[in-house]
């Protein structure tokens, strides 16, 4: 069954996908990721829906306001710098696609568009969890001279796919339905989400959902590899994705660096628990999560793939409900308590929104030349390239202003989207002309055998 919020001592916000848990022991460390595109097939777009009927089951998220809160300030968005990237850009002209519960239409994301609903064939503008949301307006809220929040791009649209919730689960699925016929449909359309948020328009997807397996089940990962290679590469979006938050039996921590194995610096082979669709280094930028301070969040989740970390505590957005115009939210109502609001999840609303100012601004780069240049001006943690902080805290300025290499335009090892062959021409229909050349020929023959005829005529005696 889906499940919206690991919670822990506080929400850790990251909607898990629970794919694959239990069908097999972990038997052996799952590889680095190789993307090859003739078995890595993305599945064909259409309208969305769920691969078999949903009813609700359980009763909406209640969002609420830890008690002594005051919104003039927002910690996050401060230690981020959101106010002074405003200075370079807002967002202006992207698109950038939130694939999570939903989104919620307030009052404050004036531009938000519904892409399609995988779980009640809606528009995507409808979220019970409380969780797409929030990401949402750290993305793209507009301000409010009632507070001092305001999105990291709020010129942006946001593009509303709703592919998770946790208040849903399957009415009256066939006979013989099981947890891995469930965890298929769940990658399936996480999969069928990603192309149609390429195939929308979306210049930057942010994935906020994390599904957790262990390294050694045996999960057919190549309709996600396919989608995340179409939008990545083939559509050129910037794709963001939650490292995870580590907690239950899903999503575990994995180990940093291996002394006695130095030919694999990430330490894939130690990998016991994979972030989906995070595992994807290559395809997508994972972000980890840290404290105002910079240290890493308590719950968030290593791994070979973590590329960069931003703030996940202490999160304020909007609040669905909207009680008033404009309400904001920094926890929710768990057994009776308000519980603050962190996570990777909304760590990784932060990049995608530095994300869609980059594109702005920079609209000469690739995707991945995006990405580039928010792993290359990251602050580099102090034992260097570690599974937990990935390149380092992420200098949100220096991402948007810095001078920094391009880079390739896609990442090693990836496959270029290669031009197909041009289609030769036609050989040309000379028809009509040939035609006109026999005509011509045959009257000239004509024309020769009279003026033959009559000049012997003329030479014939008397």
């Known amino acids: 069954m889906l499940r919206a919020l690991q919670r822990t001592a506080a929400i850790t916000a990251t909607l898990l996908i629970p794919v694959g848990i239990g069908l097999a022991p972990p038997a052996a460390a799952i590889p680095a990721p190789q993307i090859d595109p003739a078995v890595d097939i993305a599945p064909p777009d259409g309208d969305p829906g769920p691969a078999v009927p949903m009813k609700q089951t359980s009763v909406c998220a209640t969002s609420a306001v830890l008690a002594e809160s005051q919104f003039r300030t927002i910690p996050a968005s401060a230690v981020f710098d959101v106010e002074g990237l405003h200075n370079f850009a807002r967002g202006d002209g ?21 892409g399609g609903d995988y779980i009640a064939r809606g528009d995507g503008l409808s979220d019970c969890d409380h969780h797409g949301t929030l990401v949402a307006g750290i993305i793209a809220s507009a301000p409010s ?45 996480l999969a069928r989400s990603i192309v149609h948020a390429a195939n929308l328009g979306a210049t930057v997807i942010n994935l906020s959902v994390t599904a957790c397996v262990d390294a050694g089940s045996p999960v057919d990962l190549r309709e996600l590899a396919g ?37 694999d610096p ?4 130690g990998v016991r628990s994979v972030s989906l669709p995070s595992y994807f280094s290559d395809l997508v930028l994972s972000v980890a999560g840290t404290t105002l301070t910079g240290d890493p969040y308590v719950n968030t989740m290593p791994g070979p793939w973590v590329g960069v970390a931003a703030p996940a505590m202490n999160i304020v957005s909007l609040d669905p409900t909207e009680p008033t115009p404009g309400a904001l939210t920094n926890a929710a109502i768990v057994k009776s308590v308000p519980t603050p609001v962190n996570g990777t999840s909304f760590a990784t609303a932060y990049v995608s929104g530095l994300a869609a100012l980059i594109r702005e601004k920079h609209p000469e780069l690739t995707a991945h030349q995006v990405i580039n240049r928010i792993l290359a001006s990251a602050h580099t943690p102090a034992d260097g390239l570690n599974n937990t902080l990935g390149a380092g805290v992420i200098d949100p300025v220096a991402a948007l202003t810095a001078q920094i290499a391009p880079g390739d335009p896609i990442a090693a090892g990836v496959p270029s ?11 040309p229909d000379h028809t009509a002309r040939n035609v006109a050349f026999i005509a011509l020929a045959a009257g000239a023959a004509v024309l020769i055998t009279v003026a033959l005829a009559i000049f012997a005529f003329r030479k014939k005696p008397a």
Request: proline content about 13%.
């Open 227 to 263: 989608a995340l290679y179409y939008a990545a590469v083939v559509k050129n979006v910037v794709v963001v994705s939650a490292a995870g938050n580590i907690g239950g039996q899903t999503c575990q921590p994995n180990p940093g660096y291996d002394p006695a194995n130095p030919a």
């Open 94 to 114: 992207q698109v950038v696609a939130v694939i999570d519960s939903g989104v919620q239409p307030v009052s404050r994301l004036p531009r938000l568009r519904g």
């Open 145 to 189: 001279p009632n507070d001092g929040f305001v999105g990291v791009a709020p010129g942006a649209e946001i593009l509303s796919i709703r592919q998770t919730s946790a208040a849903y689960s399957e009415d009256n699925p066939p006979q013989g339905w099981s947890e891995a016929d469930r965890s298929a449909a769940n990658l399936s359309a």
């Open 417 to 427: 989207v290669h031009a197909p062959n041009p289609t030769p021409p036609p050989t």
């Open 266 to 269: 990430r330490n894939w082979e």
